[in-house]
C-alpha cells in the first residue's frame, strides 16, 4: 500500500507564499512521475505542476512564473512552492503520484493520490 501525506496549506494573504509538501511511503520500487494539482469549489480538478524522476517540468499556465515544483533527493517528496499568491489560488491542492510496486512477484504501475491540503488566499 502507497501513501501519500501533504502538507503545509493554510491562510495566507495575497501577494504572499506558501510551500507544500508531499511524502510518498509504502513499499515503493520507483516512483515516476510526482504532481500537485488543485480543486476550487464548483470548478473540476486541474494540473498546476508535474515533474518527471528526471526532473522535468511542467507548469499549468495560470502559475508560471509563480511557481516551482521540486522532488527531494530521495524523491519520494516533492515540493511545491507557490510565491505572489492571488484570491484565485484558493483550493484544495492534491499531490499525486506514478508509482510501480513490487510484491515479489509482479510489478505493478498506479497513480496514488493524497486527501489534500487546504490553500486559502485572502485579498
Known amino acids: 500500500q502507497v501513501q501519500l501525506v501533504e502538507s503545509g496549506g493554510g491562510l495566507v494573504q495575497a501577494g504572499g507564499s506558501l510551500r507544500l509538501s508531499c511524502a510518498a511511503s509504502?513499499?515503493?520500487?520507483?516512483?515516476?512521475?510526482m504532481g500537485w494539482s488543485r480543486q476550487a469549489p464548483g470548478k473540476q480538478r486541474e494540473l498546476v505542476a508535474s515533474?518527471?524522476?528526471?526532473?522535468?517540468?511542467n507548469y499549468a499556465d495560470s502559475v508560471k512564473g509563480r511557481v516551482t515544483i521540486s522532488r527531494g533527493n530521495a524523491k519520494n517528496t516533492v515540493y511545491l512552492q507557490m510565491n505572489s499568491l492571488k484570491p484565485e489560488d484558493t483550493a484544495v491542492y492534491y499531490c499525486?503520484?506514478?508509482?510501480?510496486?513490487?510484491?515479489?512477484?509482479?510489478?505493478?504501475?498506479?497513480?496514488?493520490w493524497g486527501q489534500g491540503t487546504q490553500v486559502t488566499v485572502s485579498s
Open positions: 515533474i518527471t524522476s528526471s526532473g522535468s517540468t
Open positions: 499525486n503520484a506514478d508509482v510501480t510496486t513490487y510484491n515479489g512477484r509482479r510489478y505493478q504501475r498506479d497513480d496514488y
Open positions: 509504502g513499499i515503493i520500487f520507483s516512483i515516476n512521475t
